[in-house]
């Protein structure tokens, strides 16, 4: 049979199967956009003639990553805002009051070509301006599930001192809305559905009841998912609390909000029960370990909602908060904080820190049937990675195989030489295939500096950061 | 003055000072193995002329990182034993007990290179058959603080069942010995003082007090350094009480062992009263992140020492237990893991962190003189790193300047394209100048099957890594 691409003689991870799939002098047929065979290098080359056949002796096949929860758009302020408490006001907002939808769509196509140099092939993408955004994802030919930010309080919320109850403006939530409803109408389905939409209601705090409960309508009747920040915060909490007298879960778990459908976002401040209860009523968690760690110094209840059954998916979360958006970054994060937080270090093994990144996420955020393993009639979404590299060296396979927990501890994402999605390369030899890495690199640098200059007139004076530039610290 | 070398337009972070020293529009002279000067680009421009200079523009220039607890050799059997309880006899010795000294070499050279790719300038190398891998230091052009690891136990140690007290053999122990002596007396000073030596007695628990007494009065014979693990794990602990009633740290200030020639590494075990102890007596402290986090679960208190006023520097130590030997990763979990122990998002800043991979670093192991930062009269070991890699991406300056954190939360090592040391540049364009990487590798690699197919023969049958295997997991 004629297909396009073969990848013979390789190490094929297929995340098919309870653990990694692994399967040794494995190949792959591609055709279209589509996977056409995953067997022994041997019986593939039997089968079929392809277009263009690739020697991969020595690396390693696997499924595209999954960033199950990323803001592209505020890449553009990366790293302004670290070690400090209450991160978003002190450190973030300053720089991000700046921000134009213009800055966010430059600053998401940096954070996108960032993520594919290191395996990210689906990203779910969370921020304002997504209709700004959403392109890159087209012009890139990454995998995109997107969501605008819908929220109903005002732009100047940075400025609110902490303790005080958000106002809600009915007429934001509205427009907000509709953003999110124009961006489903366009995008839901785009690009050989490539690009697919969710509802991206910010918070349980951020927002009326009423309006939740429109978005969560509406999420029925174009049959995708909510993505929602639950739990992210002791503000949220606070919020929730003066609001309705109820903490964020319990207050979702009344309106029917937890269930599969949602994607629960961080569940920082949940306690065991409302772990539990999350993961019962079959909503998915995700976990952003980098983000959450250097943000608020917590490792969230992630081990605890897999042990209650639920369904989980890692996520870096925006560059201003964790700096970097990597999924080897993610994996080995989650394994070790939840090694270092129960004290166990035969706790949360390599295989399920990669399963959190492939399989297991497509399902937590609707894209099991087309993702995340490598089996014929799924997409053919994959990364071609170099065991030669000495980060991965040397590959043993006998009597323990050891390419896994290399993966997962050990791989920086550099070795990541080719990327696939859709059946095309979107990089090979580690050079974006699709976009000039250097002009969108130098457009977001722009971009940058007019948010830097504006930021010098309104960083408030006291700030500890500032304190910090002047004792030489930064 | 004419110089070897001007290195021009870059930010240097010279790590001079209190903080990091950071320089925009700087420049570094480099005449012979020394850096000449450092100053404002305009002034090196005018006042030297080089018969190399590299404009530097959109690129970092900073010290080489210091990794100050690395047991090279053991980097051929990376990634066969995570994940489990008792990492050392479980996972790791069914290999161990088939390498040899030829493997160790080879396992060395991959483990160097992998360091240099990454940044690395200094290795503070700890390691049986030292004699035999040493010579990688001298070829590859790295500087190196070598000691050959000093004990009394048989080599089939890690059969002896957990529990039972180590039997001493005097003669192993007088061997070893002399093994670092050799050392001391062939390599130290070496190579224009590139190399240097240490003595390394392998812990407190696996040789008797005279023995390690004599190790003791060699290192003040030699005027240098005792590198040794210290409390690094409840073994250990429980021997020493078995053996003498007494906890480590207790035993080695009783035997006048705590002081400023002491590397104390791990401290895993350390109580506070123990850790303070260490800090105040003068000995510093080697603190190894991601890989007592992997093996323990752990987070050693690398805070509580420094706020005792102690002297400390990070270390990457083995790659079968942490996996990878990349100091941007140790800043990073160092960083991170202290956060989360202390529920403090404000605790360990960025440029901490980086301190402690250079001029603390450099302190600690007694190279303070020598290298750790940019200044004139010191050795030139220097990285070059591009700022334009999308995960440096953008480079902010004002009002806040986001290249440390940036470097420390979100760098993979990738970025750095350059390493200078002694004067010489040993990589350049991300490409070793003074070996071949690919023979190299080749080399490790073939080592590596060799162990493989000797460990097939004695892995435990109940092995809980083989069920692993069995069950699709690796």
């Known amino acids: 049979m004629n297909v396009d691409i073969i990848i013979t003689n390789a190490f094929v991870l297929t995340m098919e199967g309870k653990g990694v799939g692994m399967m040794e002098d494995g190949a792959v047929a591609i055709?279209?956009?589509?996977?056409?065979?995953?067997?022994?290098?041997?019986?593939?080359?039997?089968?079929?003639?392809?277009?263009?056949?690739?020697?991969?002796?020595?690396?390693?096949?696997?499924?595209?990553?999954?960033?199950a929860?990323?803001?592209?758009?505020?890449?553009?302020?990366?790293?302004?805002?670290?070690?400090?408490?209450?991160?978003?006001?002190?450190g973030n907002w300053p720089f991000m009051k700046h921000v134009s939808a213009d800055h966010h769509q430059k600053g998401s196509m940096m954070n996108i070509i960032e993520g594919v140099k290191v395996g990210t092939t689906t990203f779910c993408d969370y921020d304002s301006h997504m209709n700004d955004i959403v392109p890159n994802?087209?012009?890139?030919?990454?995998?995109?599930?997107?969501?605008?930010?819908?929220?109903?309080?005002?732009?100047?919320?940075?400025?609110?001192?902490?303790?005080?109850?958000?106002?809600?403006?009915?007429?934001?939530?509205?427009?907000?809305?509709?953003?999110?409803?124009?961006?489903?109408?366009?995008?839901?389905?785009?690009?050989n559905g490539r690009i697919t939409c969710m509802l991206g209601p910010h918070g349980p705090d951020m927002m009326s009841r009423e309006l939740l409960k429109e978005v969560q309508a509406l999420a029925e009747k174009y049959?995708?998912?909510?993505?929602?920040?639950?739990?992210?915060?002791?503000?949220?909490?606070?919020?929730?609390?003066?609001?309705y007298g109820k903490r964020s879960i319990p207050f979702l778990d009344e309106i029917g909000y937890l269930n599969e459908r949602l994607l629960a976002v961080h569940l920082t401040e949940a306690t065991k029960e409302e772990t539990e209860l999350v993961a019962k009523r079959g909503a998915a968690m995700i976990n952003c370990s980098g983000s959450i760690g250097i943000i608020d110094g917590i490792v969230p209840p992630l081990h605890e909602f897999i042990e209650a059954g639920g369904s989980a998916a890692l996520g870096s979360d925006q560059a201003p908060g964790n700096n970097c958006n990597n999924m080897f970054n993610e994996m080995k994060f989650a394994a070790i904080l939840n090694k270092v937080k129960h004290t166990d270090p035969a706790m949360f093994p390599a295989h399920l820190a990669?399963?959190?990144?492939?399989i297991d996420a497509a399902e937590a955020v609707g894209l099991g049937e087309e993702v995340g393993s490598l089996k014929?009639?799924?997409?053919?979404?994959?990364?071609?990675?170099?065991?030669?590299?000495?980060?991965?060296?040397?590959?043993?396979?006998?009597?323990?195989?050891n390419i896994v927990p290399n993966l997962v501890y050990s791989a920086k994402g550099s070795e990541v030489e080719a990327v696939m999605v859709d059946g095309q390369f979107i990089m090979r030899e580690r050079r974006l295939q699709t976009v000039d890495e250097t002009n969108e690199l130098q457009a977001a640098q722009a971009a940058a500096r007019e948010i830097s200059q504006s930021a010098e007139?309104?960083?408030?004076?006291?700030?500890?950061?500032?304190?910090?530039?002047?004792?030489?610290?930064l």
Chains 1, 2 share one sequence.
């Open 31 to 67: 055709k279209d956009n589509l996977i056409e065979a995953v067997g022994r290098s041997e019986d593939i080359k039997q089968s079929y003639s392809a277009a263009e056949e690739i020697d991969a002796t020595g690396k390693l096949v696997m499924p595209g990553l999954i960033d």
């Open 69 to 90: 929860h990323i803001h592209t758009g505020l890449a553009i302020v990366r790293g302004v805002s670290q070690d400090i408490n209450n991160w978003m006001q002190e």
């Open 137 to 191: 994802y087209a012009k890139i030919g990454a995998r995109a599930r997107v969501a605008e930010l819908i929220n109903e309080i005002p732009a100047d919320i940075g400025d609110i001192p902490v303790g005080e109850l958000y106002p809600f403006h009915a007429e934001i939530g509205d427009r907000k809305l509709q953003n999110n409803i124009r961006l489903l109408e366009q995008w839901h389905g785009a690009e």
């Open 223 to 243: 049959d995708t998912n909510v993505h929602m920040h639950v739990a992210q915060g002791d503000r949220e909490i606070e919020q929730m609390v003066k609001r």
């Open 354 to 358: 990669l399963r959190l990144v492939t």
């Open 376 to 401: 014929a009639g799924k997409k053919a979404d994959l990364l071609i990675v170099d065991l030669a590299e000495p980060s991965l060296s040397p590959v043993i396979t006998s009597p323990i195989r």
């Open 457 to 473: 007139c309104t960083i408030h004076p006291e700030s500890v950061l500032l304190k910090r530039m002047e004792a030489g610290e």
